[in-house]
C-alpha cells in the first residue's frame, strides 16, 4: 500500500487519474519494472522507453495546448500524474525539464516558431531537455553570470561554460542564461537573455561531472562560439531574469521536491527489522510533514492553473521539502544501522540517501538562498 496521502477534496476525476496511474506502473513490463524504485530517480533514472511509454498515455505535455500536440489538461492534473511516478520511483529524468519548466517557459514567451518546433516534441516524449543557469564559481548568484552572446548576422554566437547540466550529456538542448549586454553594475539582473542551445550543434563540448556517489547524471558544458538562430532567443532581448525567476516557480514547487526518498521510507517501512525498531510516533511525525508538504506542493499547482505568481510559496515547497528528505535518509540511515537483520536494499537506500542528502537542497538554489528570497516576499527584509 502507498504512503502517499490523497488530497480530502480531490475530485471524483482527479482520484480516478491517480488510480489510472497506479494502475499502469504496476502493468509495466518487466524490463522497465527493473528500474522502478530507488532514491532520486527523477534526476537520474533516465529511461526513454518509459518516457515514451507515458507519451502515449497522454502523461507528458499534458498541459501543452492541442494545437502543439499537448493534452489541454490542468495543472493539477499533472500534479497527480507527477506525484504518483515519483512516489512509484520511476525513471522519469529523460523528459523531466523539458516537461516541467521548458515548455510553459516556451508558452509564455517563446516565439511562434520555437514552440512548433519544441512543443510536439517535448510532448511525444521525443525531445530532452538541459538546464544552463548555473557556472563555475558562481554558486548561487545568477546574476554574476559570464557566458556571452554576441550579435551575428540571422543570430547569436555564444562562449563561457555551464556547470551542474543534469543530463546533459543525453539531452538534445538546454535553454541557456547568457549575457547579451555589458554587465551593468547598478543592475546586476539587466542584459541577461536566455536562449535555446542545441547540445550537438558545433562548438558544444559536454564533459562529465562524477557525483561523490559515483554516479553520471551532471555535467560541464563549454560553450565555444556557438551559433545560435533569432528565433531561438527566449522572449525580448534583456528579460531573461524575469524568465529565469518565472521558471522557478514550476522548478522549486513540485512533489520532487519532497518525494526524492519516498521510495526509501517504503521500503524501510515494509521492512519488519526496521519497522520494529521504529516508534510509531516517529514514523507518524514523518508522515504528517509529507502530508503537510502534499497539501502545499498541491495549492502551488492550484496557483500556477489560476495563473498567479507564486515563486515564494514555490520557494517555501523547495526549502521544506529537500529539508525533509534528507530528515528522512538521515532516519533510516541511523534506524537501519541500530537494527539487526536488515535488508540489503533497505541499508543501501539509506545510504544512497545519505549520501545525495547535499543534493536535494543545492539544486533549483540552495535552502539559505531561498529563506532570503522567502524573507523578502512576506516583507522581512
Known amino acids: 500500500m502507498s504512503l502517499m496521502p490523497t488530497h480530502t477534496d480531490e475530485s471524483a476525476a482527479l482520484g480516478t487519474l491517480r488510480q489510472e496511474v497506479r494502475e499502469f506502473l504496476m502493468t509495466l513490463p518487466a524490463t522497465l519494472r527493473t528500474e522502478l524504485g530507488g532514491v532520486d530517480t527523477w534526476l537520474s533514472g533516465w529511461n526513454i522507453d518509459f518516457t515514451r511509454a507515458l507519451a502515449e498515455r497522454g502523461w507528458i505535455g499534458m498541459t501543452i495546448p492541442r494545437e502543439y500536440g499537448g ?38 514567451f517563446g516565439t511562434e516558431e520555437v514552440r512548433r518546433e519544441f512543443l510536439p516534441e517535448i510532448a511525444a516524449g521525443r525531445c530532452y531537455f538541459g538546464i544552463g543557469m548555473s557556472e563555475p564559481d558562481s554558486g548561487s548568484d545568477l546574476a554574476s553570470v559570464r557566458t556571452k552572446a554576441h550579435r551575428v548576422d540571422g543570430g547569436w554566437t555564444v562562449s563561457g561554460t555551464k556547470l551542474w547540466t543534469s543530463g546533459g550529456h543525453l539531452a538534445h538542448a538546454f535553454i541557456a542564461l547568457v549575457r547579451t549586454a555589458p554587465l551593468d553594475a547598478s543592475d546586476r539582473h539587466a542584459g541577461l537573455s536566455q536562449l535555446l542551445v542545441r547540445l550537438d550543434d558545433p562548438g558544444v563540448d559536454v564533459r562529465p561531472v562524477i557525483s561523490a556517489g559515483g554516479h553520471h547524471h551532471f555535467n560541464e558544458v ?51 527489522a526496521v519497522a520494529e525498531n521504529v516508534a510509531d510516533v516517529d514514523s507518524g511525525r514523518q508522515l504528517a510533514r509529507l502530508a503537510g508538504l502534499h497539501e502545499m506542493s498541491r495549492a502551488v499547482a492550484g496557483s500556477l492553473q489560476r495563473g498567479e505568481e507564486a515563486d515564494v510559496s514555490a520557494a517555501l515547497v523547495k526549502v521544506l521539502g529537500t529539508t525533509f528528505e534528507g530528515d528522512l535518509a538521515e532516519w533510516i540511515d541511523q534506524s ?29 538554489g540552495t535552502n539559505e538562498i531561498l529563506r532570503g528570497v522567502i524573507a523578502r516576499g512576506l516583507g522581512m527584509r
Open 71 to 108: 493534452h489541454a489538461r490542468t495543472h493539477l492534473e499533472r500534479f497527480v500524474v507527477t506525484e504518483e511516478l515519483l512516489a512509484a520511483g520511476a525513471p522519469v529524468a529523460a523528459h523531466w525539464i523539458a516537461d516541467r519548466q521548458v515548455a510553459p517557459t516556451l508558452l509564455r
Open 222 to 272: 563549454v560553450l565555444d562560439d556557438v551559433f545560435v538562430p533569432d528565433h531561438r532567443l527566449v522572449g525580448e532581448e534583456g528579460d531573461g531574469w524575469m524568465q529565469v525567476t518565472s521558471e522557478l516557480s514550476f522548478e522549486r514547487s513540485g512533489p520532487e521536491r519532497f518525494l526524492s526518498t519516498m521510495q526509501l521510507f517504503e521500503q524501510a517501512m515494509a521492512d519488519p
Open 336 to 364: 537501519a544501522g541500530s537494527a539487526s537483520g536488515v535488508e540489503s536494499r533497505t541499508k543501501s537506500l539509506a545510504t544512497r540517501g545519505v549520501i545525495q542528502r547535499p543534493g536535494f537542497t543545492l539544486r533549483g
